[in-house]
């Protein structure tokens, strides 16, 4: 399992609810016989290898292996990730193509409803730690190239994933078809006749493939997508994935398409944004690999997404601060590491930032270390994703280039800081080199060290609990 309190991840936090029923039991036996007679038996006919390679473009878009394949160590979409929700972990299932513990016995019907409906092969619900949500829009053609890859282009592995046990009530899964019915659009993406080809290309990628949505819109107290907020931002634990829409202040109303292009990309837009945590996932897997084309077609797209504002946001966020040193004031103090002094949020800053993002905070010439100075992390009302960052590092390879920054976390490797130590230097850096009306307590800390701030759904679950224990 990954601790998210530690490790980010792609599918951290989706917004999902109770699910459903009649559980395991119930729900194996009778659908898995099925799906194994003779004339259901899935993937008869042999895929053109055409078929088969655009269906592994659309999983690379669609970033299956984010949540299906366990980083570094596990085989490509054999499950078992451990997604750690506010409501207790999910582990993604195995979708390789064995008979043993995998979908190999899914008929198309099957995977398509898996994918559009979220509801399993069993018929037993999936919680929405699965995006199906977003993939609900995904077009017949595409669902059948999914289809065709996993069943033809992926090597079977043997084996299920652990099983999923969330506490009551959330271990109903039934529960899952009310929230469905409330929150599930189950209408294929429409494209618009008005607008051109590769804007309907961007809505498409951005609503259903990628699923941009799934962290970048704000949840309800049900963990679901507002829909009356797409893209204005969203909390994801730790993280903020900040607003998309075309505000010039809050949003990306000041990005060019050639710069919105190059983040998705990289990840990297020197002297304006980096991609750390989630955000660099969706790089790192899928993002990367896009064409120029299906890039562009993005970039087309976010610059007509409606405006939204946020109120306290009055200026945009890579527009704040300017180079500042303070390393002469700190000349004849004693060093950082006597712990008998107290805080002093430039020496902090100077023991533990300096020497990558330099003394000025400008980072280094190539910005390879980048510049603190109008850098979105410290401009956005939001700090979460400052905040994070020295708790997590950034770890990203794209295109064999390895990006890397250390963590200050109880688990980091160069020295762990106190609630207290990051509540100063980031507050010192908000002061020095970013938006100085936004502060940081040694309160978020400690929360944002323990998952963010948890949804209503979570808090609640807790007092659910207890109600059950008298039952
Ligand atoms: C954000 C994380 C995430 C992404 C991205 C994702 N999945 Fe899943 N998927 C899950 C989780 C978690 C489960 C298990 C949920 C549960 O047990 O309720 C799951 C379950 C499934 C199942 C049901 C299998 C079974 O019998 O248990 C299928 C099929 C599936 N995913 C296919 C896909 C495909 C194909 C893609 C890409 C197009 C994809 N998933 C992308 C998280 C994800
Ligand atoms: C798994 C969650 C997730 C997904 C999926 C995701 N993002 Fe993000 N995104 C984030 C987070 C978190 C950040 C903040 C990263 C940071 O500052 O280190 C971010 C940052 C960004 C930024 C930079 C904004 C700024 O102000 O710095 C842009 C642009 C962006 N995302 C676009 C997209 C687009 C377009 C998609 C879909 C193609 C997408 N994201 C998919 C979570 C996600
Ligand atoms: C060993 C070098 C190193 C040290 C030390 C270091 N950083 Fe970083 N920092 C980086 C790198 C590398 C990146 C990411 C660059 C990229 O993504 O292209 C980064 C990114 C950032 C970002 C942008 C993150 C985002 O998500 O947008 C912030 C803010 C930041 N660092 C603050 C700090 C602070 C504050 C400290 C001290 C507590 C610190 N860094 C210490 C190397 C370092």
């Given at each position: 399992m990954i601790n998210l309190n530690f490790i980010a991840t792609p599918a951290r936090l989706l917004g999902w609810l109770p699910g459903a029923i009649l559980s395991v039991a119930l729900a194996t036996v009778p659908g898995l016989a099925q799906a194994q007679t003779p004339a259901q038996t899935p993937a008869q006919t042999p895929a053109?290898?055409?078929?088969?390679?655009?269906?592994?473009?659309?999983?690379t878009a669609a970033d299956c292996a984010a949540c299906h394949t366990v980083p570094k160590t596990g085989k490509p979409f054999a499950g078992g990730y451990g997604i750690d929700s506010p409501l207790g972990t999910i582990y993604s299932s195995n979708i390789?193509?064995?008979?043993?513990?995998?979908?190999?016995?899914?008929?198309e019907a099957q995977f398509e409803r898996a994918l559009r409906d979220g509801v399993r092969a069993d018929g037993a619900h999936l919680y929405p730690a699965m995006p199906y949500t977003s993939y609900a829009k995904l077009s017949d053609d595409d669902v059948q190239a999914l289809y065709a890859y996993f069943m033809q282009?992926?090597?079977?592995?043997?084996?299920?994933?652990?099983?999923?046990?969330?506490?009551?009530?959330?271990?109903?899964?039934?529960?899952?078809?009310g929230w469905n019915l409330l929150f599930l659009d189950h209408s294929r993406f429409k494209p618009e006749p008005a607008q051109s080809v590769a804007w309907n290309r961007g809505a498409y990628l951005v609503g259903a493939l990628e699923h941009c949505s799934a962290c970048h819109t704000p949840r309800n107290a049900f963990m679901a997508e507002q829909g009356g907020n797409p893209l204005a931002g969203g909390q994801l634990g730790a993280w903020y994935a900040p607003n998309l829409t075309s505000d010039p202040v809050s949003g990306l109303g000041g990005w060019s398409q050639a710069e919105m292009v190059q983040y998705l990309r990289s990840g990297q837009l020197a002297g304006r944004a980096q991609a750390a945590g989630p955000m660099a996932e969706a790089v790192q897997d899928s993002l990367q690999y896009l064409t120029d084309d299906d890039l562009n077609a993005i970039a087309t797209y976010l610059k007509t997404v409606p405006a939204i504002h946020l109120a306290h946001e009055t200026q945009?966020?890579?527009?704040?601060?300017?180079?500042?040193?303070?390393?002469?004031?700190?000349?004849?103090?004693?060093?950082?590491?006597?712990?008998?002094i107290p805080l002093n949020p430039a020496e902090l800053f100077s023991a533990n930032c300096a020497s990558c993002h330099q003394a000025k905070g400008l980072g280094t010439p190539d910005q390879y270390?980048?510049?603190?100075?109008?850098?979105?992390?410290?401009?956005?009302?939001?700090?979460?994703?400052?905040?994070a960052v020295i708790l997590h590092g950034v770890d990203r390879t794209v295109d064999g280039h390895a990006v890397f920054m250390p963590g200050f976390g109880a688990d980091s490797l160069v020295n762990p800081l106190s609630d207290e130590e990051i509540a100063a230097v980031s507050n010192y850096t908000l002061q020095r080199f970013g938006n100085p009306a936004v502060r940081v307590s040694a309160a978020d800390v400690a929360q944002a060290r323990n998952g963010g701030p948890p949804p209503l759904l979570a808090r609640v679950s807790a007092w659910l609990r207890r109600i059950a224990h008298f039952l």
């Open positions: 053109s290898a055409e078929q088969i390679k655009r269906g592994a473009y659309l999983a390789t193509p064995s008979k043993n513990g995998g979908i190999g016995s899914y008929t282009g992926v090597p079977a592995v043997d084996g299920a994933a652990p099983k999923t046990a969330l506490p009551f009530p959330f271990n109903l899964r039934f529960t899952m078809a945009a966020p890579y527009t704040f601060g300017a180079a500042a040193n303070d390393e002469v004031l700190l000349r004849g103090t004693s060093p950082v590491s006597d712990s008998n270390y980048p510049s603190l100075a109008h850098n979105t992390a410290l401009g956005h009302a939001n700090p979460s994703n400052l905040v």
